[in-house]
């Protein structure tokens, strides 16, 4: 079925504008907020009135927020990088897919499936060539990525007033020594740069993909388009059943914000979901047609070595990583080491040519508080630290993933284990939840852990649903997520000082002030829902209009005191 559904995303008061490079010929996108003037009395008690400066915001929604674009779900949307590697003597475009049979899949006219129309042959890298970000950064090059991130994690501050230590050659820096990544698959050129690392705005991310009882594309771009509506940085493809390959295609033709996968999913399914079947011949197959097809990020579980299974059996639960659950049963089958680990070299070769990020798995990740901070975990962590450096050999840019249950009072040593045993490397924390005892509501557990561990370094989180383990997720439980997430990673931001990231805060504190609501709902970072429950108890005074209507007779008595009355 072709998606024809609406896509197009609004926000009240607010405009795309674009953001032009200075080295290079390239336009960032962001949020304009337009706000309402403030009245303030005179001497005579006459209001005049007082202009309020927009506020610039960062924007994760591509075109699909520009009232001028055209969005067509069958033509993808705008390839924005691909101009850039026009430039490029080191890029080749392939006249077919490596993989044979993914040539295959998408030519197949037989099938049930509606495949994407328009056919994109991938790009690599030509033979003897380096591509990778950090390649580059090494080299001492600026390229248009780190340009445009440099522009984007500053959202124009310096027009305030405000200094920021980001520039293009900042990036560079933090990308040279493996502290940050830009995960930009030279084969996705639709999506639009972004960096993760600890001195950059917290990122977030949010898991997406059909399963066996859906493979419905219309659900799966709806569910995409709408969590980067809610401010999400990152998706993570955790699909499966069938169709895996044909309904990412859909995804990431129209994806404007880089997409991760867990490619032993996709190399299972092709086994028939039997783990004896599979080999590493299947699972590189399936990273490389993955990688070719444009995923930004693989999540790869070569950490988990055999003699960390043991170490696992004494948890309350177990190993919960389904990618390390896969793997530890694999070698249990065969009594081999995880061939993820044994061939983890080739892996980095393979996705240096492609300019694609390594995320290496936590399989030990705790699935409980009573098991955060355990020998297994800290164990599979010191194999990560041998991983990254294999992986900076081949100039392949690393994030490390963390853990998912963890106490408060562990969160500090969790995160400064990580941070000395990978070199500094960017930490992707799946939450953590900070309690077991809140199924349906580990949305908020998890942004409470979050905040901290962020505080403290981690670079992106994952938005966790209100029905984390108990159902799939819907739309709103995806914006529930989203939005807890983001509310965590802001907090954060505001703790570790980052450039402008207050303007929103103190913007949206003096239109409480001046009770110009419909300013403080539009800077929200949900307005439609701040609207809601404003209108839900609406009286005659709007001065008055609020759940805690002390509070702001206060505001109005401070008010009034500030204005001579």
């Not at 599979?380 to 490390?400: D, G, P, R, S, Y």
Request: include cysteine.
């Amino acid at each position: 079925m072709i998606p024809t559904r609406n896509l197009r995303i609004t926000y009240p008061s607010s405009q795309k504008i674009y953001v032009p490079g200075e080295i290079n010929r390239l336009n960032v996108g962001m949020r304009l907020i337009t706000l309402s003037d403030s009245l303030i009395p005179d001497e005579n008690g006459k209001k005049e009135r007082k202009k309020n400066n927009p506020v610039i915001v960062y924007d994760t929604t591509g075109p699909y927020s520009d009232a001028s674009s055209s969005i067509c779900i069958t033509e993808g949307i705008p390839r924005i990088r691909e101009e850039w590697y026009a430039r490029r003597k080191d890029l080749v475009k392939l006249a077919d897919f490596t993989v044979s049979s993914v040539t295959t899949n998408v030519k197949d006219s037989t099938t049930e499936f509606t495949c994407f129309p328009k056919q994109h042959y991938p790009f690599k890298a030509k033979q003897g060539k380096r591509i990778t970000q950090m390649y580059y950064a090494k080299r001492r090059i600026i390229t248009p990525e780190m340009e445009y991130v440099a522009i984007r994690e500053n959202q124009q501050v310096e027009g305030l007033g405000l200094k920021s230590f980001i520039t293009p050659e900042f990036v560079r820096k933090e990308i040279a020594a493996g502290r940050a990544v830009i995960p930009v698959n030279i084969n996705h050129p639709e999506s639009e740069p972004m960096i993760i690392g600890k001195r950059f705005l917290v990122k977030t991310n949010t898991n997406i993909g059909n399963s066996t009882l859906s493979t419905d594309v219309e659900e799966g771009i709806d569910k995409m388009v709408w969590s980067c509506k809610w401010g999400c940085d990152t998706l993570m493809d955790l699909s499966t059943g069938k169709y895996i390959h044909e309904t990412r295609e859909w995804i990431i033709r129209n994806c404007p914000v880089p997409l991760g996968t867990v490619p032993v999913y996709e190399a299972l399914e092709k086994v028939d979901g039997k783990i004896e079947d599979l080999t590493w011949e299947v699972f590189r197959d399936t990273l490389i047609h993955q990688a070719e097809q444009g995923v930004d990020y693989f999540t790869i579980h070569a950490a988990l070595l055999s003699s960390h299974i043991d170490l696992a059996m004494n948890r309350l639960t177990g190993i919960v990583s389904r990618g390390g659950a896969i793997m530890s049963t694999w070698m249990k089958i065969h009594k081999q080491e995880n061939f993820l680990y044994t061939h983890f070299d080739e892996i980095c070769s393979i996705l240096s040519q492609y300019d694609a990020v390594v995320s290496i798995g936590s399989g030990l990740r705790p699935g409980s508080i009573y098991d955060a901070n355990d020998i297994a975990q800290f164990a599979e962590l010191k194999t990560m630290n041998t991983l990254t450096k294999i992986a900076w050999e081949h100039f392949v840019q690393v994030i490390i993933e963390g853990p998912g249950h963890v106490p408060l009072n562990k969160i500090k040593e969790n995160t400064s284990e990580q941070n000395y045993a990978c070199m500094g490397a960017p930490f992707h924390s799946l939450g953590p939840v900070t309690t077991d005892i809140s199924p349906g509501y580990d949305h908020i557990s998890a942004a409470i852990g979050s905040a901290q561990i962020a505080w403290y370094g981690v670079s992106m989180i994952c938005a966790v649903s209100p029905k984390e383990q108990l159902n799939v997720p819907n739309k709103e439980d995806v914006r529930e997520g989203v939005i807890a997430s983001k509310i965590a990673a802001h907090a954060a931001d505001l703790a570790k000082g980052q450039p402008g990231a207050q303007v929103r805060d103190n913007a949206i504190s003096k239109a409480r002030f001046d009770f110009r609501w419909k300013d403080l709902f539009n800077l929200s970072l949900d307005p439609e829902r701040a609207k809601q429950y404003y209108k839900g108890k609406a009286t005659k005074n709007p001065e008055n209009s609020t759940m805690n209507d002390t509070n702001f007779f206060a505001m109005k008595l401070s008010m009034d005191i500030k204005n001579g009355e």
